[in-house]
């Protein structure tokens, strides 16, 4: 039997098959690289950046290969060939391999694809990112992209989608919850923020120049004017949307769209959406 009809990883020493010194150490490291995340795209990429030769004189990496070779139950020790690939790190491979086929088949249609708003942490307020196993009972987790700090909430997307879709509803019914948030709720614009930093560091200083402040007053006094009263128009604004929308029991995607501006998730998996004029609505009690 020639060498190229042998799977990559082995080969034929006088007439017996044993590991290929180079090729099975790629192999065992191609299974450690999907594990730790990385996808058959980018493992082939680095393989043939690195010059790895798949066969003799050919560096032609790819997906459908990579593929083969997480697949191949022989790297197993199945058939007569010695074993490369433990029997719990290949199994863990099909799982993973799986649960991504089963995501490919996941209909992006479907209304958790369409709450395309930044999902905010309780605990420190970063981003969450939703991660989706379907190994697990609890197929979906949120978890906090801050690395110090990580809190993970179970919600799934239809508990999800319909917790928002009442909170929607109840406003549609009593658009009157609308009110122009209290100046604790109100989120300041960056140009704000920043001056009002610059005030607080000069009222800091020992030599405070007087004529610099009044100015920066006037101008923060003005900034937060035009702020309110953008926010109260925002305000009147979704009264008007929401008067003209009706209550409804699937997911009012476009509704969503022009009015929430981000979701709040919290520990005990209730759910807040922040609108437009920075308003939260969530369940009372």
């Known amino acids: ?104 088949n996941i209909d992006k249609k479907a209304a958790i694809f369409q709450v395309n708003v930044p999902v905010r942490c309780p605990n420190c307020h970063n981003k969450m990112c939703r991660k989706f196993d379907h190994r697990f009972k609890n197929k979906v987790k949120w978890r906090c992209q801050s690395k110090t700090c990580e809190t993970l909430i179970f919600k799934e997307d239809t508990e999800l989608v319909q917790d928002i879709t009442e909170l929607l509803n109840e406003v549609m019914v009593n658009p009157e919850k609308l009110q122009v948030p209290i100046e604790t709720e109100r989120e300041p614009s960056r140009e704000l923020r920043i001056l009002d930093n610059e005030i607080a560091r000069m009222f800091d200083r020992i030599d405070i120049d007087k004529e610099e402040l009044q100015k920066k007053l006037l101008k923060y006094a ?58 939260e609505i969530k369940k009372e009690g």
């Open 222 to 279: 003005s900034l937060h004017y035009i702020e309110l009263s953008a926010t109260v128009c925002k305000t009147q604004r979704l009264k008007d949307r929401f008067k003209e929308a009706s209550p409804t029991e699937t997911f009012p995607a476009e509704l969503f769209d022009k009015t929430v501006k981000k979701l709040n998730l919290y520990t005990d998996g209730s759910v807040g959406i922040v609108l437009m004029n920075d308003q």
């Open 1 to 104: 039997m020639k060498n190229r009809n042998v799977p990559y990883g082995y080969t034929y020493i006088e007439g017996e098959l044993v590991l290929h010194s180079q090729e099975s150490v790629i192999v065992s490291e191609i299974f450690q690289q999907y594990l730790a995340g990385k996808s058959l795209l980018k493992i082939s990429e680095e393989l043939n950046e690195k010059g790895i030769e798949y066969r003799k004189g050919i560096t032609d990496w790819n997906k459908a290969r990579l593929k083969r070779i997480l697949e191949d139950e022989r790297y197993l020790g199945k058939g007569g060939y010695p074993i490369i690939i433990q029997e719990e790190t290949y199994q863990k491979a099909q799982e993973l391999k799986n649960a991504k086929n089963t995501q490919k």
